[in-house]
């Protein structure tokens, strides 16, 4: 908005006009709220549009009636069935690879961007993505658009933020503001889109970032709910009834749920593995990937899309245990190949459904074991389990158990139903992080090699590294001068310490001054300086961060480490001190915990 | 460990630590392997119950027991043992006139031709699954996409 209205001023009152408004969101946290705000309100238009598109690409490829969902609508034709998620793979490879030849470098989503990238993300990349995600799932793929909600939402908030050129710790912000946004907008669940923010984007939660992440997951739910009604993913119309007993059962279904999680998580790699070593190629995968999705919805249509229908089927009717099972199966399938096979999207959806089907064949299966044991009368409430399993899974596939307890909070408006999902989720959690240490989305960093576990920021380790703290004025001598050498170049009064190269210029050990000074050494200072020489095979590279450096200074116990150009070479290219590298580490760590908390200390924001 | 490893075991002369590892290696593709069973017994267990024209319906053995029968198949087939074979040979003619039943009695039911090639492809992948997750190479096929690696 502002870009809009300085483009019609002339130069001098355009340049004084965006200082003014960088200067009010970049000092005032007011300003960083409003802004949020208004950000917010974009990305509920846009996930309407995405929205929209999605259910008339539905409409047009399976001939949904208007306004009915795919997997609520019965099955489809059975040519539209087995064809269409076969073109949608050939189309989402081939938008791919032209993606990728015009921007080659993998899209950072927020999750990545926060912790690595100090909240920068491209609003392009978040584009393709989103158009990647909307073919997928318009053509019946196995994935929810959460990934597109999230990506835009995120992408078009950090935008936003770089033109307005906002701090670090304010564009993390932003960036957590814009996936709240999508998120809330999507399942109209204001609490569960601000939660998801703390627990993913931005990986923690502080009364720093409250007011503007509320605010941006408020104006975006608004937003949706004024223009395009306040429809949520499924309507309850019957009460939850939860005894004492229940709860330990729901611990159980945590720990099944997460063994479900897991599985499908781990099921995807394994997909994407198998079709790694058939040597297909690149376009062949989605297609194949497609033929496989129809296959299966040719008998379980329910697994087409995101699966919201088929979960408003799921918790409305009462299914036999056995098609639960089956569908169990199905969708797990589906979905671990659909996003295996490279359709873009997420399992944020499909975990719900797969939550709501396990927890119905869980209850379906406990209560004929009842009735076989001979206690008959103890009724267990299918709609409580199938929420708690609902919860369980998609808590230990997407990594936030908050968002879920709030999401079915906020969905069913049922206190009971949430404190029950809450045993579940807590098990599900925890087991999933002792048994496997990863969410969905850390665990596709994981396979990629990027060593992130979450959003809270750690970019900035990366940033501080040895080629930006060390001293470049290195003062060398050559192996095998003699102490008068030294003593003539360096006197004591001078430089602390030297670097010993060979006849190669290679790192050789560091003397100190000090120690060639030893009034022990005046009688022979003609002997070679070599046998006061320290950390030989000690030393640092530019690239490494202060963390390693400092590993690196404890196990060699030295206070000072030569920083050489690279592994082969050995050329001194400057040194580093503990002492430095400690005071520097502390700084960041301290003006880290300052932006959290939002305190204006030495380092933390003004 | 070479491909002829997963028929035999190891090699004796090899190390402790190698041992184990092949150890370690083979119970995790036969967990996988039993895994993968359950996972197609349920899915054929829903298949069947999906049925709801009778003449559909009248299967020589109870459905449980089909299903069973046809998730304990796989997992054998799927063994990496040299009898996996055995299990293989048990696959693809009951999973076709399974999910052939399975096709032709639902609502709506698929037209003859297309529930035959559904159910043939079915049938072959099931089959084509089991034989490369008991065969599987250990190394990749030259042209393959390589996994990225982790960063140093």
Known sequence: ?606 | MSDTDTLHGPPQHRSREVRSQARRRRMLRMMTAVLLGAIVAAYTLGALNERVIPEDENDLLPVPLEALILGGAFTLASLPTAWSIVGRVLIPVPAFYIFLTVLLGKDPPLPFYVAFLVAGLYSAVLTALSRDLAERPTRPKLGSVRPRRAAP
Not at chain 1, 14 to 29: C, H, K, P, Y
Not at chain 1, 159 to 181: E, F, P, S, W
Not at chain 1, 428 to 445: D, E, I, M, N, P
């Open chain 1, 1 to 606: 908005m502002i870009l809009n209205g300085t483009s019609r001023l002339s130069v001098p009152w355009r340049s004084l006009w965006e200082r003014l408004a960088r200067l009010s969101v970049r000092d005032n946290e007011f300003s960083l709220i409003v802004a949020s705000a208004l950000i917010s309100i974009a990305i509920g238009l846009a996930v309407i549009v995405l929205q929209v598109v999605v259910q008339r690409l539905h409409e047009l490829n399976f001939a949904v009636p208007r306004g009915e969902r795919l997997s609520t609508h019965g099955t489809p034709d059975w040519w539209r069935v087995l064809l269409v998620p076969c073109v949608g793979g050939a189309l989402s490879a081939g938008a791919a690879v032209l993606i990728r030849r015009w921007r080659p470098r993998e899209i950072v989503d927020a999750i990545e961007a926060n912790a690595l990238f100090g909240g920068k993300m491209s609003l392009r990349d978040s584009l393709n993505l989103a158009l990647l995600t909307i073919i997928s799932s318009g053509f019946g793929a196995s994935v929810g658009l959460e990934a597109a909600y999230t990506q835009v939402g995120s992408g078009f908030a950090s935008r936003c933020g770089q033109i307005l050129k906002v701090r670090r710790g304010d564009l993390r912000t932003l960036v957590g503001c814009g996936a709240a946004a999508g998120i809330a907008a999507a399942f109209n669940a204001p609490l569960a889109g601000a939660f998801y923010a703390f627990e993913l984007v931005i990986g923690n939660y502080s009364p720093a970032v409250l007011a503007p992440i509320a605010m941006a997951a408020l104006s975006s739910t608004l937003v949706v709910r004024d223009l395009y009604g306040g429809e949520s993913i499924f309507e309850l119309d019957a009460q939850v009834h939860i005894s004492g007993m229940d709860y330990a059962l729901f611990a159980a279904l945590g720990v099944l749920a997460a063994v479900i999680a897991i599985a499908t998580m781990t099921g995807v790699t394994r997909i994407e593995r198998f079709l790694r070593r058939q040597a297909l190629p690149r376009w062949v995968g989605p297609t194949v990937g497609g033929l496989v999705v129809g296959l299966i919805a040719t008998i379980y249509p329910q697994v087409l899309g995101a699966g919201h229908g088929a979960l408003q089927l799921v918790l409305g009717n009462g299914l036999p245990w056995t098609v639960l099972l089956g569908l169990i199966a199905a969708k797990g399938l589906a979905s671990a190949v659909s996003v295996g096979a490279g359709f873009r999207g997420g399992l944020f959806s499909s975990s719900l459904l797969l939550g709501a089907v396990f927890g119905g064949a869980t209850v379906a299966a406990l209560q004929g074991a009842l009735h076989l044991a001979g206690f008959a009368e103890i009724e267990l409430d299918r709609l409580a389990y199938m929420l708690v399993g609902m919860g369980a899974v998609a808590a230990a596939v997407v990594g936030a158990p908050l968002t879920m307890i709030f999401l079915v909070l906020e969905l069913t408006g049922s206190f009971p139903a949430a404190l029950g999902v809450m045993v579940g989720v807590i098990i599900a959690a925890l087991v999933t992080r002792h048994t496997f240490g990863y969410s969905f989305a850390t665990w596709r960093f994981h396979v990629r090699g990027v060593p992130i576990r979450g959003g809270f920021d750690v970019g900035w380790i990366e940033d501080l590294s040895v080629g930006k703290l060390m001293r470049k004025e290195a003062h060398t001598l050559a192996l095998g001068s003699s102490v008068a050498e030294f003593r003539k170049r360096y006197p004591l009064t001078g430089y602390k310490r030297v670097f010993l190269v060979d006849a190669m210029g290679r790192y050789a050990g560091i003397v100190a001054t000090a120690d060639a000074y030893n009034p022990d050494l005046d009688k022979d200072l003609a002997q070679p300086v070599d046998a006061l020489r320290t950390g030989v095979d000690q030393f640092l590279l530019p690239e490494q961060n202060v963390r390693t450096a400092l590993r690196r200074f404890g196990n060699a116990e030295t206070e000072t480490l030569a920083v050489v150009s690279d592994g082969k070479a050995l050329q001194v290219v400057g040194f580093m001190t503990e002492g430095y590298a400690l005071r520097r580490y502390n700084q960041e760590l301290e003006r880290s915990r300052a932006e959290e908390v939002g305190e204006h200390s030495l380092y933390g924001p003004s």
